[in-house]
């Protein structure tokens, strides 16, 4: 069965880094496209971060997080990251990894990222 489970998530004082990491299993990973989505508190879920299975990869980012977070993933380790820099209050939210394989979408639990001073 497929899963995704995020680790990483924390406390952090604005301007410092988390590195996120979402562990998959149960489907061939490196043939499907990964996704970082974010919910925080009395919002909806939003896409933060995307990447290909192809090669070259190919990344995308939500406006407000271009030039500070970077995603990536290790084939060999059935593993997808999102390294986040400079974080902001704003970025304050439920982070969860998301594969879409046929005609459904698999959610990891969740990790949860708190900037605050």
């Known amino acids: 069965q497929v899963q995704l489970v995020e680790s990483g998530g924390g406390l952090v004082q604005p301007g410092g880094s988390l590195r996120l990491s979402c562990a998959a299993s149960?489907?061939?990973?490196?043939?499907?496209?990964m996704r970082w989505y974010r919910q925080a508190a009395g919002k909806e879920r939003e896409l933060v971060a995307g990447i290909t299975s192809s090669t070259p990869r190919r990344t995308n980012f939500r406006d407000s997080v271009k030039g500070r977070f970077t995603i990536s993933r290790d084939n060999a380790k059935n593993t997808v990251y999102l390294q986040m820099n400079s974080l902001k209050p704003e970025d304050t939210a439920v982070y969860y990894c998301?594969?879409?394989?046929?005609?459904?979408?698999?959610w990891g639990q969740g990790t949860q990222v708190t900037v605050s001073s």
């Open positions: 998301n594969a879409h394989i046929f005609t459904n979408d698999y």
């Open positions: 149960g489907f061939t990973f490196s043939s499907y496209d």
